[in-house]
């Protein structure tokens, strides 16, 4: 799915109407949530909404904001299962109880989006209309029938930004869609913005739509993302996926965001863009029809002690790439993927002597190709005397017979197996954004000014002339920070 968020402006009167219907919605929302659990067992959708509904009957919302209050609340409920979620976040709650805020401004950050889910019957939505050019929004309520008069809608204006680029594209293709009755639009409504989430499939004239990748089998990339770095490597394995020792590494390349600490929301969605887009054109050089992640990482949060580690960790949402990357991917024909990731990073820089986050990438590319290829067992077939003379100074015990004790031993031995990232050595030329970092061309990651840079290996003749002494050795050798174990 794809939202494009659009400020909006409305009148006073229609503000406090909408500022209403988010005050019933949210509390729709929070009982949903309470009561989504009945004696150990989870209540059916049919059973929570005629709960919801009883409850809040005769307001000035109608049966199908409870219809989505009641969905909200069982995603919620996935969520947070244990229905344990705070509603207006704990650090604010935490600052209510201290008394740095009001009850009124309590209650305001309590507030939801007001959410209605797309019907294409009713042209797109129950709710809200979009105009042919994008430019204006209209917002109707049926409000509760009275005794002796007829049916009264409540109708506000919204009057919305224009959108520029793809969005204003895709806005405008969905509006014509929508009253067309072919898709469904679901709105949310904040203080601020409209957010309209569409599906991509749904325009065939989608702006980033482009033509099918012709995929070469056996081939697959990796994803690893780490705090500050995201590893992408492309891996070929024709023969048996359960092999490290006939999976190929064909390129890699390490992005580093260096956000710095007041990075907007904008420009960190950015960087992720930057990154998909490069990921994509990847799947394009090599004929690559299989993206792999690693699963769980949306849920990955810190809250220790160092706020520099908190930061690195939280500061960007793994899920809004790997949505991202998974919508730019449909989108070319390309298949994503998340798969089990235990020992990924051990195996990975055992197996592939690339910078870390790359050496695991390539691993998590491997075992994507291990379950398109119908294996159960992500883990690559443990091969005898494999693993011996990785180290000169130091061997693993002999007893090790699977990954998990090669994964044990390393530790308890305290090696250090992983391969360090590069280091930026110069500063880029500033007509091509170029420098050189032990046999790694160096690139910007977005434009002039903006953080982000991509190390990429020489040897895959990025941009890089081969007689450049730079990158060389004298034997015209590119250099290299990593030795062989």
């Not at 960190?268 to 993206?291: P, Q, S, Y």
């Not at 580690?309 to 993927?337: D, E, H, P, Q």
């Not at 034997?475 to 990593?482: C, L, V």
Request: charged share 30%; hydrophobic share 35%; proline share 5%.
């Amino acid at each position: 799915m794809q939202t494009i968020s659009i400020p909006y402006r409305c009148s006073a009167e229609d503000r406090d109407f909408i500022v209403a219907v988010r005050r019933v919605y949210s509390a729709a929302v929070r009982t949903g949530y309470a009561n989504a659990e009945r004696d150990g067992k989870s209540l059916k959708e049919k059973e929570l909404r005629e709960f919801v509904k009883a409850r809040f009957a005769g307001g000035i919302v109608d049966a199908w904001v409870m219809h989505c209050a009641t969905l909200e609340a069982r995603d919620l409920r996935k969520i947070v299962p244990d229905g344990s979620m705070l509603f207006g976040g704990r650090k604010d709650f935490e600052r209510r109880i201290k008394g740095l805020i009001d009850k009124a401004e309590w209650k305001n950050k309590r507030l939801r989006p007001f959410c209605s889910r797309g019907d294409k019957i009713y042209a797109g939505n129950r709710h809200f209309k979009l105009s042919e050019d994008g430019l204006s929004c209209t917002f109707s309520m049926m409000m509760p029938r009275v005794a002796g008069q007829k049916m009264q809608w409540r109708v506000v204006k919204l009057d919305l930004a224009h959108m520029h680029g793809n969005a204003g594209e895709i806005v405008r293709q969905a509006a014509k869609l929508a009253a067309e009755k072919k898709i469904n639009i679901t709105f949310r409504i904040d203080d601020q913005k409209l957010h309209v989430t569409i599906d991509p499939e749904d325009l065939p004239d989608h702006p980033e739509r482009r033509q099918p990748i012709k995929a070469v089998p056996g081939r697959a990339l990796g994803v690893d993302l780490n705090p500050n770095f995201v590893g992408l490597s492309v891996v070929q394995n024709v023969d048996d996926p359960t092999k490290l020792s006939e999976t190929e590494l064909l390129e890699h390349q390490l992005v580093q965001f260096d956000l710095p600490l007041d990075a907007s929301a904008e420009a960190v969605r950015e960087a992720l863009a930057k990154v998909c887009d490069r990921t994509i054109r990847l799947c394009r050089k090599w004929g690559i029809g299989l993206i792999t992640f690693e699963k769980g990482l949306g849920k990955l949060r810190s809250g220790g002690k160092s706020k520099t580690r908190n930061r690195l960790i939280n500061y960007w949402a793994r899920s809004l790439l790997i949505a991202m990357m998974t919508r730019k991917a449909r989108l070319c024909g390309i298949k994503v993927i998340e798969v089990w990731g235990g020992y990924s990073t051990t195996i990975g820089n055992l197996a592939f002597e690339v910078p870390d986050a790359c050496a695991s990438a390539a691993e998590i590319a491997r075992r994507g190709l291990a379950v398109t290829g119908g294996y159960k067992d992500v883990l690559p077939a443990f091969e005898e005397g494999w693993l011996s003379g990785r180290w000169k100074d130091q061997t693993l015990p002999v007893e090790c017979g699977c990954w998990k004790d090669v994964h044990q031993a390393i530790k308890t031995a305290k090696i250090g197996y992983r391969r360090p990232h590069p280091t930026r050595a110069s500063v880029p030329d500033p007509r091509t954004g170029l420098s050189a970092c032990g046999g790694y061309a160096v690139r910007r990651l977005n434009h002039r000014h903006r953080p982000g840079t991509v190390y990429m290996p020489v040897s895959h003749g990025h941009g890089l002339n081969s007689a450049d002494n730079r990158f060389h050795d004298g034997n015209g050798k590119p250099h290299s920070i990593f030795k062989s174990g």
